[in-house]
C-alpha cells in the first residue's frame, strides 16, 4: 500500500505541482493582450452601453463554420482586439436567439423557419439579409451604418470598418 502512495504521488502530485508553480511564476511573462480577456456583450445590453463610440454587433450562429474561423482567426489577434475594443462596443448576437428582444422601444421575436428561424432582430439590423457571419455597424444613436458580410482578415476588416466610421454618409451599406 505505501509503494502504491509513493507512485501515486511520483506520477501525478509532484508533476502538479510543478506545474503550479510555473502558472504563479510571472516574473519573465510579458503581459500581451489577450483576445480572451475581451468582454463581448450581449445583445440584451445593447441600449447601456457607452454610445460615445460606435458599436459593432457580430451576428452569427451556433452552427456556422465561418463564425468559428473569424473568433480562431480574426478574433485572436491580441493587436486587432485591442483596436477593437479601444474604438467600438462589441457585442455578440446568436441570430438564432429564441428569446423575445427589445431593441429601441420595439420587441422581437423567435421566427421559425423550416429546422431553424431567427430571431426578428438579426434581420432588421441586417436590412433583411440574414448570412452569416455579418457584422452589423451602428453609430452613437444605434442606427446601422453598414453591413459587413462574411469572413473578414484583420486587414479587411479594420479597413471595412474604418470606412464605415468615418464615411461623409449615414447609411453606406456594403454590398458584399
Sequence with gaps: MKFTNLVYALVFIIPSLIGL??????????????SENVVWNSIQNIENLNHEKFTVVDVYTDWCRVCQVMDEKTFSDPDFMSYLTENYNLVKFNAEEKTKL?????????????????????????????????????????????????????????????????????????KD
Design 21 to 34: 508553480s510555473q502558472v504563479f511564476n510571472t516574473e519573465d511573462k510579458p503581459t500581451v493582450p489577450n
Design 102 to 174: 427589445m431593441f429601441k422601444g420595439k420587441s422581437f421575436e423567435y421566427k421559425s423557419n423550416g429546422k431553424r428561424g431567427y430571431n426578428a432582430l438579426a434581420a432588421e439590423l441586417c436590412k433583411g439579409k440574414l448570412a452569416y457571419p455579418s457584422f452589423v455597424v451602428l453609430d452613437q444613436e444605434l442606427q446601422v451604418v453598414d453591413v459587413l458580410r462574411g469572413f473578414k482578415n484583420v486587414e479587411k476588416f479594420k479597413a471595412d470598418l474604418e470606412r464605415a466610421r468615418f464615411a461623409d454618409t449615414a447609411n453606406v451599406i456594403s
